[in-house]
């Protein structure tokens, strides 16, 4: 069996554990970003009551 291993990695569980800590990195930001947008739309929720 001839598994393709990408340059820089020397074999499958490197470029595994690699990929894997890139999903986590994915994870946190769209959490984050999903976090701001909500947190804004309640801010904007607000101040439209308000005025």
């Known amino acids: 069996m001839n598994?393709?291993?990408p340059n820089g990695f020397t074999n499958m569980?490197?470029?595994n554990?690699?990929?894997e800590k890139v999903a986590k990195v994915k994870?946190?930001?769209q959490g984050i970003c999903g976090?701001?947008?909500f947190a804004a739309g309640l801010i904007a929720?607000?101040?439209v009551d308000v005025l």
């Open 13 to 15: 569980t490197e470029y």
């Open 35 to 37: 976090a701001l947008i």
């Open 45 to 47: 929720n607000a101040a």
């Open 27 to 29: 994870y946190w930001v």
């Open 3 to 5: 598994e393709y291993i």
């Open 17 to 19: 554990r690699h990929n």
